[in-house]
């Protein structure tokens, strides 16, 4: 097969999980990067557990230990590492169901023997990604992981000659254990040897071709505040000063993400300047900067702010280029993506809240209504940041055929009317196709565009247009036949 479904859950299911996630991301992308194959494994040796998961609204880590409970903490010891159980936990709770979503997806079908039939297909891949300890995890909870193939076995071996190979063993591994002694001391000698004659006298760390440059990507808010921040970079060391830097600098109790592995440089170029670079950017509005390579990338909503701060900066980083940008007209300012991300925390949260065994139509509205569905200009995909919020819905939704719902697409006034309204419908339509996809009845959706028909805000402002581009849920009563919509203001009766 042409594809390789643990690097696409990587890829895709590890991005909308950790999508805004700032503190231990690292450690939290190898704990999926651990979890995928093990849970892959056993919804292969054990389908009846796909449709446990499938009909549960928010499955989570305890649904598949539920028979052994004991072995849950033991897991989540050894997945952790440094990181506290619970965060794991909660971090691997919410990859389930959009692994779910992701399998069936690629098996073209929901039916738990679909899925297993698809792991089965790409097995090796998916035995090969198998942590070393997962072998004995899964056969404590009663799974195989031969796949119809003989385990790797040593052959059997007979007593007197186990007695004999163990006397052998005894005298061989001292020797043994001191030749690789010797050859890790000399390998050592010979790195710091070969440090001492590369390593340059000027400002730059020595590089290596075949390695990707240490970045630091940062952004400021409308009052300067820090809102986003990353780190790369093969030293976590110094990315453990650095956050304490950035931390004091910006008065962030947070800091940035980070992802430390060998793959990063282990030094920035004028690394050194960079707290005080940082101490330049503090304070500048809606301010964007990128530190990578020899080149610092400086991008404000202002071009004034952009050159006066590349003139303050380039004598602090004589081995760099300081570039400036100001904010490209289509690109999304960051109080948009604050209250983007802030939206669908609380929409996820809200359907989480939703008592399985009482929905009604007006609580799943009210919590979609939550969201922001930022689509890209003049397309119709929904963002994956909005796909896990709604398999949450659509699994509340199939479990209550009394809902129906209405989805309304509105555009801003910007461009011709007929092609904004004709956009407005296409999004809405690709939003109940998703929910479709995902199992909910097409007769319980309708999708309506209205393009600009219905602005909630003025259009002369960018702050407007952004608030006009949006999806609505209306709760469509079929026994009274009266409308019900849920807005900002509340639940309004039309």
Not at 57 to 69: G, V
Not at 232 to 255: C, E, P, T, V
Not at 413 to 442: E, I, T
Request: proline share 5%; aromatic share 4%.
């Amino acid at each position: 097969m042409n594809i390789n479904l643990i690097d696409l859950l990587k890829q895709k299911v590890s991005a909308i999980v950790l999508e805004g996630e700032t503190e231990y991301l690292s450690e939290k992308s190898q704990a999926l990067s651990s979890f995928f194959p093990i849970l892959l494994a056993l919804f292969k040796s054990k389908p009846e557990l796909i449709g446990n998961l499938q009909s549960q609204l928010n499955p989570r880590l305890s649904d598949i230990f539920a028979t052994h409970p004991d072995l849950k903490q033991q897991f989540l010891e050894q997945i952790s590492g440094t990181v506290p159980t619970a965060t794991i936990e909660s971090t691997l709770n919410h990859s389930i169901a959009p692994t779910l979503g992701f399998l069936e997806s690629e098996a073209g079908s929901s039916e738990p023997s679909a899925i297993a039939h698809l792991i089965e297909t790409h097995w090796p891949a998916v035995s090969s990604a198998l942590p070393h300890w997962a072998p004995a995890l899964l056969s404590a909870l009663g799974v195989s992981i031969a796949s119809g193939h003989a385990l790797h076995q040593a052959p059997a071996v007979e007593p007197y000659r186990a007695v004999e190979e163990k006397k052998k063993s005894s005298f061989l591994l001292p020797l043994i254990a001191f030749i690789v002694l010797a050859a890790l001391l000399a390998l050592m000698f010979k790195a710091c040897s070969d440090k001492k004659e590369t390593e340059p006298e000027s400002g730059v760390p020595a590089q290596t071709a075949t390695s990707e440059p240490a970045k630091l990507q940062l952004s400021t808010g409308s009052t300067g505040d820090l809102t986003t921040c990353q780190l790369y970079s093969g030293n976590a060391s110094y990315i453990d000063i650095l956050q304490k830097d950035i931390k004091q600098i910006f008065n962030h109790n947070i800091g940035c993400g980070v992802e430390t592995n060998a793959s990063y440089h282990t030094e920035f170029i004028d690394q050194d300047a960079i707290p005080s670079v940082l101490k330049l950017v503090k304070g500048v509005p809606n301010a964007s900067l990128t530190w990578m390579g020899d080149q610092l990338s400086i991008q404000t909503a202002n071009p004034a702010d952009a050159e006066q701060l590349a003139v303050r900066i380039q004598p602090l980083v004589k081995n760099m280029t300081v570039m400036t940008q100001a904010a490209s007209a289509t690109s999304e300012p960051v109080d948009n993506m604050t209250a983007i991300s802030a939206g669908n925390i609380s929409a996820e949260k809200a359907l989480a809240e939703i008592n399985p065994d009482n929905i009604r139509a007006l609580d799943i509205a009210t919590a979609l209504n939550m969201q922001i569905i930022n689509f890209d200009t003049a397309s119709s995909n929904i963002p994956d940041a909005n796909k896990s919020i709604l398999d949450q819905a659509a699994a509340l939704i199939k479990r209550a055929s009394q809902v129906h719902l209405t989805v309304k697409g509105h555009t801003d006034a910007m461009g011709d009317v007929a092609a904004n309204k004709a956009l407005s419908q296409k999004r809405a339509q690709a939003v109940v196709d998703y929910l479709v996809k995902q199992g909910v009845d097409p007769a319980q959706l309708q999708a309506v565009g209205y393009g600009s028909e219905l602005p909630v805000a003025d259009n002369a402002t960018a702050e407007g247009q952004f608030k006009n581009r949006r999806i609505e849920f209306e709760v469509l009563n079929t026994e009274t036949g009266v409308a019900r919509e849920v807005n900002e203001q509340g639940v309004n009766q039309q």
